[in-house]
């Protein structure tokens, strides 16, 4: 048997260190990460939380927001961030087209500022980014042509626009997972909703049949007209619900 090459072994070690610090091997993680955490947690607005956080980890994001936009108010909030205090949370609100922030949501197009220092359309409405050496990017979260928010991300200023264009890259990814996250989340919340609403109609259907019933002493076709339906579909109720056979049928 041969001896192993100390050389190549030395040679792949130094390979495979070098392959996790690569910045395609770091993101494409932060991306696996961001699934697993989004499809895994239960709470979402910690979900979204430990998604940006995973942004300041591999990316050096170090300040990030997830804008959700409430149509009663036709204004979008935070709802999750990172690098941000709770103060600087509370002055995130944006209406449509107000700041970057809110004209992404409103053109459903992302925009991307190398460097924020001395640009006047940013507003910085939290005072949480230092406007000098830092790179904003701000995309819509869509899903199923439906914008739902907005993500944004600061950091340090990129050395190169290819470093920027990765990251606008892995952002997109993580904007669709976040909408994904969100739709789903809203999807169960409404059919709750719409299941409460269908057994609070069943509960009212049987009282007034209850009622009705009680107020004709048990008289199913006096019961049934007072209902404006037929002693059949009457009857058909009283099955449905459980009542108990004790009214006479008055011929």
Same mark, same amino acid.
């Given at each position: 048997?041969?001896a192993?090459?100390l050389?190549?072994?030395?040679?792949m070690?130094?390979?495979?260190?070098?392959?996790?610090?690569?910045?395609?091997?770091?993101r494409?993680s932060?991306?696996?990460e961001?699934?697993k955490?989004?499809s895994d947690?239960?709470d979402?607005?910690? #979900?979204?939380h430990?998604?940006?956080?995973?942004l300041?980890?591999?990316m050096?994001?170090?300040?990030?927001?997830?804008c959700?936009?409430?149509?009663q +108010?036709?204004e979008?909030?935070?709802?999750?961030?990172v690098?941000?205090t709770d103060?600087?949370q509370?002055?995130?609100r944006?209406r449509l087209?107000?700041g970057?922030v809110g004209?992404?949501?409103?053109?459903?197009?992302?925009?991307?500022?190398?460097?924020?220092?001395g640009?006047?359309h940013?507003?910085?409405?939290t005072?949480?980014c230092?406007?000098? #050496?830092?790179?904003?990017?701000c995309?819509?979260i869509k899903?199923?042509?439906?914008?739902?928010?907005?993500l944004?991300a600061?950091?340090?200023a +990129?050395?190169?626009?290819?470093?920027?264009?990765?990251?606008?890259?892995?952002?997109?990814?993580?904007?669709?997972l976040?909408?994904?996250?969100?739709?789903?989340?809203?999807?169960?919340?409404?059919?709750?909703?719409?299941?409460?609403?269908?057994k609070g109609?069943?509960?009212?259907? +049987?009282?007034?049949?209850?009622?009705?019933?009680?107020e004709?002493? #048990?008289?199913?076709?006096?019961a049934?007209?007072r209902?404006?339906?037929?002693?059949r579909?009457?009857?058909?109720?009283m099955?449905?619900?459980r009542?108990?056979?004790e009214? +006479?049928?008055e011929?």
């Open positions: 048997m041969l192993p090459n050389n190549t072994m030395a040679g070690t130094v390979q495979k260190e070098q392959e996790r610090h690569d910045p395609k091997t770091i494409f932060a991306l696996y961001a699934a955490i989004l947690q239960i979402l607005a910690r #979900g979204l430990d998604v940006l956080r995973l300041d980890a591999c050096g994001m170090t300040t990030s927001t997830v959700l936009y409430d149509p +108010r036709c979008l909030t935070i709802e999750a961030a690098g941000l103060e600087e509370r002055r995130g944006y087209g107000e970057i004209k992404v949501m409103q053109s459903g197009l992302p925009i991307v500022v190398p460097d924020i220092g640009q006047p940013v507003l910085n409405k005072r949480a230092d406007p000098q #050496g830092t790179v904003f990017i995309l819509p899903v199923y042509g439906k914008i739902l928010g907005v944004s600061g950091g340090p +990129r050395d190169t626009r290819a470093s920027v264009d990765a990251d606008v890259q892995v952002l997109t990814i993580m904007a669709s976040i909408g994904h996250a969100v739709w789903l989340r809203r999807e169960q919340t409404h059919n709750l909703h719409t299941l409460d609403t269908w109609l069943r509960d009212l259907e +049987r009282e007034l049949v209850m009622r009705a019933l009680k004709n002493r #048990g008289v199913q076709a006096r049934a007209a209902l404006g339906i037929t002693p579909q009457l009857a058909y109720k099955h449905k619900y009542i108990i056979k009214f +006479r049928i011929g």
